[in-house]
């Protein structure tokens, strides 16, 4: 069943390259969804987050400015399909530096009005637990 509403969704936006990106990346798929759950998190989206997100998917991702649009349509379309463990459970397995990517990007996103709500801090421990990541790391970039 869900395979057929995924396809029916790709082939609605199979013209997009971006959206042809996220809809055959799995894990791209979870992270963005995750990243959607942030910035839903405190109950608004605020431009700055919504602007923090189109540069995570355009920087990070390499989806087209041009098709960040289409791509929210999409992620819309299919995420109700997956909750928040589904979208975690595909980071498990991936080696340290992924999760800690994805740790980070959702940090730059709860920070980026800011504000951080107790729910956004709730959803980013949650996260940094699921993907045995130590808090220190889940936020601070590399240099």
Partial sequence: MAFALLNQIRSIFDGDPGVRKVADDPVLSAELLMLFRMILADG???????????????????????????VIDYLNEFGYETNGSQAIALFRDLDLDRRKQLALHMAEIAKADSHLADSEVRLLRRTLELLDISPVDGVKRED
Avoid: H
Avoid at 44 to 52: L, R, Y
Avoid at 53 to 67: H, K, N, Q, V
């Fill in 44 to 70: 608004s989206v605020s431009e700055s987050e919504m602007i923090a997100f189109r540069r995570i998917c355009r920087d990070a991702f390499g989806i087209p400015e041009t098709s960040i649009d289409s």
